[in-house]
């Protein structure tokens, strides 16, 4: 009995971040929710009572998934390609999880009292600036607060794009890569302290993993390891 309690609250949680995420606050209704659980309002209400509780556990829900993603990401070793990684990351689970797309719409919808999710990412996107700053990373000029500021700004907008549509395009890696050459272009500097140059940026892994060991160790600004050749090509 407790195991079938238990899916069926189960069940109801995952229509309920489908109708929030779809719908926001106002427009959710129990009747939906059962329907897509393909449950009674009775066992809908038993669980969860009433629709502030049932929001608020498909929001606890999805910060959890938010922090868990967060973890898995926390060992990033360079910082460029950490960044990289933790922005393309949080705007798919902002496209793919239906909790996260709730939390994010019931944020909107209800946000007093509520901790917005950027908090929970925040930090992670601090230290990482930090740490290139520290590295040298970052192109002169350009503080982590500023750094901060306009990368927190693309992290929303990628997050609400891939959460507001199922067009395929936003979902496209090579979409994403271009947006974050043109911002990390402006952001930062190779490891002498020098633009790099466009031919050793083009020969890059443009999805942010490792080329193979041949092809040279070092990283450029958009976070991607640049081939020995095409390091030289930088030269002196």
């Known amino acids: 009995m407790q195991e079938r309690a238990a899916r069926t609250r189960q069940a109801v949680l995952e229509a309920a971040a489908d109708e929030f995420a779809d719908r926001g606050y106002e427009?959710?209704?129990?009747?939906?929710?059962?329907?897509?659980?393909?449950?009674?309002?009775?066992?809908?209400?038993?669980?969860?009572?009433?629709?502030?509780?049932?929001?608020?556990?498909?929001?606890?829900?999805?910060?959890?998934?938010?922090?868990?993603?967060?973890?898995?990401?926390?060992?990033?070793?360079?910082?460029?390609?950490?960044?990289?990684?933790?922005?393309?990351?949080?705007?798919?689970?902002?496209?793919?999880?239906?909790?996260?797309?709730?939390?994010?719409?019931?944020?909107?919808?209800?946000?007093?009292?509520?901790?917005?999710?950027?908090?929970?990412?925040?930090?992670?996107?601090?230290?990482?600036?930090?740490?290139?700053?520290?590295a040298h990373r970052l192109r002169p000029g350009v503080s982590p607060e500023d750094a901060v500021a306009l990368l927190a700004h693309l992290t929303e907008g990628a997050m609400a794009a891939h959460g507001r549509t199922r067009d395929s395009a936003w979902d496209s890696v090579s979409v994403w890569d271009s947006v974050w050459d043109v911002v990390l272009h402006g952001l930062t500097v190779d490891l002498t302290g020098r633009p790099v140059p466009e031919e050793a940026r083009g020969t890059a892994d443009s999805a942010g993993r490792t080329v193979p060991e041949a092809a040279g160790g070092n990283v450029d600004p958009a976070g991607r390891t640049v081939p020995e050749a095409a390091r030289a090509s930088g030269g002196s």
């Not at 309002?41 to 929001?59: M, N, Q, W, Y």
């Not at 797309?101 to 509520?114: F, H, K, Q, S």
């Open 27 to 134: 427009g959710a209704s129990f009747q939906r929710v059962g329907r897509r659980a393909e449950t009674s309002i009775g066992a809908l209400t038993f669980h969860f009572g009433t629709k502030t509780v049932l929001a608020e556990e498909v929001r606890t829900a999805g910060r959890a998934r938010l922090r868990c993603c967060l973890a898995e990401l926390a060992s990033a070793g360079d910082p460029l390609r950490g960044l990289r990684t933790l922005i393309g990351s949080l705007a798919r689970l902002a496209h793919e999880d239906p909790f996260v797309r709730a939390a994010r719409r019931l944020e909107a919808d209800r946000p007093e009292g509520v901790p917005p999710l950027a908090e929970a990412w925040l930090p992670m996107l601090r230290d990482l600036l930090d740490r290139a700053h520290g």
